[in-house]
T-cell receptor, first 118, second 111 residues
Framework: GAVVSQHPSRVICKSGTSVKIECRSL??????MFWYRQFPKQSLMLMAT?????????EQGVEKDKFLINHASLTLSTLTVTSAHPEDSSFYIC??????????????FGDGTRLSIL | DAKTTQPPSMDCAEGRAANLPCNHS???????VYWYRQIHSQGPQYIIH???NNETNEMASLIITEDRKSSTLILPHATLRDTAVYYC????????????FGTGTRLQVFP
């Protein structure tokens, strides 16, 4: 089945640091990837839709200058949390769909990145 | 995308069938029903999806009512490893379409 790999799995860094998270589709090409954020004991919240070769689409309330998304190839999207602060500490998860076919292909998720800002 | 309603929590004895309900009364004709689960501190895992007909795979069965306004995910023989939060989501079948997660059902399987 479709596999999505996310790296790193855990990051601990100082306040003010920028952190890059990678999301790769390993066995399929993904023109669209999605980035989510999840705080403790809450559901996943969609942050943005990443489109290969074009600008990402951000959900309302998500700062595009704070969360930079790059989708330069059909298998890689990156999320950079710029000048991270303790309130950015969260679980970040990406997902991607295999190419559209019949039957509404499901999205597959990475294992998430736990970001802790000290 | 249509909203879904799920009970916040359920319990199930190990070895018994777990039946997780979902209401999606405003579902559109082209929207699929997807089920995912999330085990603590992991990314969501795809379980099954369907449009109109009942579906079965190695993980679970999906029963969709004839009017498509509700569905039930069935784990035929629950194990302790099935303890997780289960999300029912309806979505149109385009790979550019986003998934909107609700609060899901926290299933606790006990020995």
């Amino acid at each position: 089945g479709a596999v999505v790999s996310q790296h790193p799995s855990r990051v601990i860094c100082k306040s003010g640091t920028s952190v890059k998270i990678e999301c790769r589709s390993l066995d399929f090409q993904a023109t669209t990837m999605f980035w989510y954020r999840q705080f403790p004991k809450q559901s996943l919240m969609l942050m943005a839709t990443s489109n290969e070769g074009s600008k990402a689409t951000y959900e309302q309330g998500v700062e595009k200058d704070k969360f930079l998304i790059n989708h330069a190839s059909l298998t890689l999207s990156t999320l950079t949390v710029t000048s991270a602060h303790p309130e950015d500490s969260s679980f970040y998860i990406c997902s991607a769909s295999s190419p559209q076919g019949q039957g509404g292909q499901p999205q597959h998720f990475g294992d998430g990145t736990r970001l802790s800002i000290l | 995308d249509a909203k879904t309603t799920q009970p916040p929590s359920m319990d199930c004895a190990e070895g018994r069938a777990a039946n997780l309900p979902c209401n999606h009364s405003t579902i559109s004709g082209n929207e699929y029903v997807y089920w995912y689960r999330q085990i603590h501190s992991q990314g969501p895992q795809y379980i099954i999806h369907g449009l109109k007909n009942n579906e079965t795979n190695e993980m679970a069965s999906l029963i969709i009512t004839e009017d498509r306004k509700s569905s039930t995910l069935i784990l035929p023989h629950a194990t302790l490893r099935d303890t997780a939060v289960y999300y029912c989501i309806v979505r149109a079948p385009y790979n550019t379409d986003k998934l909107i997660f609700g609060t899901g059902t926290r299933l606790q399987v006990f020995p």
